[in-house]
Structures are given as C-alpha cells and as structure tokens.
C-alpha cells in the first residue's frame, strides 16, 4: 500500500531494490572473468624477442652448441625457457644458427655425433644426418633441414630469437 503523495508501492521498492542488487552482484562476478578473457588480446607480446647469446668473437668455423633462455608465453602462462643452437661462422662469414632439433622425431642432433662422419650433425634416434649447413641427407630419415634461429649482429653480440623452419 503506497502512502499518501509516495507513487512507489512497498512492493515495487523491493523489486527495484532486488534488481539492483542482483545486477551489482552478477556485474562483480563476471567482470573477472571477462578481464581473464580478453587481457590476453590485449597485452602487448613479446614475440619476436631476440636474447643475447655470444660475443660475435666467440664463434668459429667449427659449430658449437650454445645453450641460452628465452622469456616465453603460452596463453596466460610465462616462463623462462632452456634453448640451444649449433652456431658457426660459414667460410664467407655468415655466421649460421640450427636448431639441434632433428625434423624426424625430435631428437637431440650433435655435430661430428657419428665419429665415421665428423663433419655431419647426427641424430642417433633413428641414425639420420644432416649436413654441416643443416641440409638433410638423402636416404636418411628426417625429410627436413634443421630450422635456423632468427638472428641479429649488434654491438659484438649475437642475438637470436625463434627457430623458423627453412
């Protein structure tokens, strides 16, 4: 029942009242979950990000394996992941960044691995091989070369980013 000159019935407060409350509450638990979603979309990634590995003097003719982290980012999760690459200097002076990851299976590549091949990097997996440029033989299993790491040279440094597949 509505008092005399008040145009809002008891019942017509609790339903504005009710709404209210209700609206603010959904609005508190699904702003979250909102945010979760989309804060992804909208942080800035770090893709592309080169680390400095080695001094440029550093590096010969012969390939060496360097092991170094790199900040990575999977979805909402970060962490600092262990890499490696077979780096070398060609004759010309390009210098030259593999993966050590064989394109077969997966497995552990090393250079000068067959001690009958010790200019050949070999996967002992399922024995394939790959040239010292990362180029893989024929007739042996792996059916790719060996991706390179993105690369830059900047103050007598090395720096590298992701492998790419060639």
């Given at each position: 029942?509505?008092?005399?000159?008040?145009?809002?019935?008891?019942?017509?407060?609790?339903?504005?009242?009710?709404?209210?409350?209700?609206?603010?509450?959904?609005?508190?638990?699904?702003?979250?979950?909102?945010?979760?979603?989309?804060?992804?979309?909208?942080?800035?990634?770090?893709?592309?990000?080169?680390?400095?590995?080695?001094?440029?003097?550093?590096?010969?003719?012969?390939?060496?394996?360097?092991?170094?982290?790199?900040?990575?980012?999977?979805?909402?999760?970060?962490?600092?992941?262990?890499?490696?690459?077979?780096?070398?200097?060609?004759?010309?002076?390009?210098?030259?960044?593999?993966?050590?990851?064989?394109?077969?299976?997966?497995?552990?590549?090393?250079?000068?691995?067959?001690?009958?091949?010790?200019?050949?990097?070999?996967?002992?997996?399922?024995?394939?091989?790959?040239?010292?440029?990362?180029?893989?033989?024929?007739?042996?299993?792996?059916?790719?070369?060996?991706?390179?790491?993105e690369k830059e040279e900047k103050d007598g440094f090395l720096y590298l980013g992701s492998p790419v597949a060639q």
């Open positions: 029942m509505a008092q005399n000159g008040s145009k809002v019935t008891r019942r017509q407060f609790l339903t504005y009242t009710l709404t209210g409350v209700g609206g603010f509450m959904a609005a508190t638990l699904i702003s979250p979950m909102v945010n979760f979603a989309i804060d992804p979309v909208l942080k800035k990634s770090g893709a592309g990000d080169k680390v400095k590995v080695m001094s440029l003097d550093d590096i010969t003719t012969e390939p060496q394996r360097v092991d170094f982290k790199k900040q990575t980012q999977d979805a909402w999760y970060e962490f600092e992941e262990t890499l490696s690459a077979w780096v070398y200097k060609t004759d010309s002076g390009e210098i030259v960044a593999l993966s050590p990851i064989c394109t077969h299976l997966g497995c552990q590549v090393a250079y000068a691995g067959d001690p009958t091949r010790p200019t050949e990097f070999f996967c002992p997996c399922h024995l394939g091989r790959y040239e010292k440029d990362g180029t893989n033989i024929p007739g042996t299993p792996p059916t790719a070369p060996l991706a390179r790491y």
